[in-house]
């Protein structure tokens, strides 16, 4: 069974909004920050070059190992109040027949879940009896593990993400994406995606579904780092926080 086949039944089961096409940014040309220079001063010429500062944000160590995440990604260039992270998840309905999450859909005659991990439909809440790991956004990092895995100051810093999933031997496919975000980037109001990374397995965590991961340190890290989360990532999140905005 594809994974990819899987994802497109999961946007079939509920259709995502239109997105909007972000404006293209161009770096002021030299011309441009003298011009600026001469007319309003050095405050507004900083304050252009910092809007068109480029950010980077990248995998610096760890990764999956057996049923353990544990990788950390560093972030420049990127004014915001923090970093947070948003994980996902799906999977084929748990042996027990028990449902996880209020997201479902029926995929080759399977009954597929879904929910935001560390969320308010998610098993830590539903099951262990947790508080959502933040009141109102689709955070996985609770207050006490910001403190403990982000550093931040003004525009870059570091966000660890720790992860072992037990429970994905209830399940025949266990598919999870997470996504590291900027929060009030800007001060826009908006958190923003700066990368996400796919991992999970099937044969009840026998078999990882990453077969070559993204390097990390000069080694397979097991997940698979991509610029921008997929459709079935926003679908899941759209579900479970519909007011939740980000860019």
Aim: hydrophobic residues 35%.
């Amino acid at each position: 069974m594809e994974r990819a086949q899987i994802e497109q039944a999961a946007l079939e089961a509920e259709p995502l909004a239109p997105e909007v096409t972000p404006a293209v940014t161009v770096a002021p040309t030299v011309e441009q920050v003298l011009a600026l220079q001469r007319s309003a001063g050095n405050a507004a010429t900083t304050a252009l070059i910092g809007q068109n500062f480029k950010s980077k944000t990248k995998g610096t160590s760890g990764g999956l190992s057996g049923l353990t995440l544990d990788v950390t990604f560093t972030v420049s260039g990127t004014p915001a109040d923090g970093l947070q992270v948003i994980q996902t998840f799906m999977g084929t309905r748990r042996d027990d027949k028990v449902q996880v999450g209020t997201y479902s859909w029926i995929y080759k005659k399977r009954r597929w879940d879904a929910f935001v991990d560390g969320g308010k439909n998610s098993p830590f809440v539903t099951m262990s009896g947790e508080d959502p790991a933040h009141p109102t956004n689709p955070y996985y990092l609770t207050a006490d593990e910001v403190t403990n895995q982000v550093t931040w100051d003004k525009d870059h810093g570091t966000v660890r993400i720790f992860d072992l999933p037990g429970a994905v031997a209830l399940h025949d496919a266990a598919h999870f994406e997470t996504a590291i975000v900027a929060v009030n980037c800007k001060a826009t109001g908006r958190d923003k995606v700066l990368k996400v990374f796919k991992w999970g397995w099937t044969e009840k965590g026998g078999k990882p579904d990453i077969k070559k991961g993204t390097e990390i340190d000069g080694a397979d890290s097991g997940i698979k780092v991509l610029s921008k989360p997929s459709p079935e990532w926003r679908n899941i999140v759209k579900h479970d926080y519909p007011k939740y905005r980000y860019d």
